[in-house]
Nanobody, 115 residues
Framework: QVRMVNSGGGLAQPGGSLRLSCEAP????????MNWYRQDPGKQLELVAR???????NYSDSVKGRFTVSADSAKNTLYLYMNNLKPEDTGVYYC?????????WGQGTQVTVSS
């Protein structure tokens, strides 16, 4: 397993924006899919956004229209642009990349949305 490096979390007010980053120490074109998950305290991981190698994106209903997932292969970095944040977006966000033989994860970054 390869450790990806999450960054960009923090405190935001409702209606605000944050950008999460996830840098991989490998070429991200090795991944057939890259994901962002959120974990709320005491709950299971929830898939928030997905980006496939073909460029297809998918979002959970709770974030659709507000979040955007993208990647920069030159920087080997996955991004999650979070707009119009809501208190229910609060949680620890993890990035993930899947190859045919392994899944790589970031260490997680805390996002707190509160006034």
């Amino acid at each position: 397993q390869v450790r990806m490096v999450n960054s960009g979390g923090g405190l935001a007010q409702p209606g605000g924006s944050l950008r999460l980053s996830c840098e991989a120490p490998v070429n991200i074109t090795d991944y057939y899919v890259m994901n962002w998950y959120r974990q709320d305290p005491g709950k299971q991981l929830e898939l928030v956004a997905r980006l496939t190698a073909a460029g297809t994106t998918n979002y959970s209903d709770s974030v659709k229209g507000r979040f955007t997932v993208s990647a920069d292969s030159a920087k080997n970095t996955l991004y999650l642009y979070m707009n119009n944040l809501k208190p229910e977006d609060t949680g620890v966000y993890y990035c993930n990349g899947e190859t045919s033989s392994r899944g790589d994860w970031g260490q997680g970054t805390q996002v707190t949305v509160s006034s």
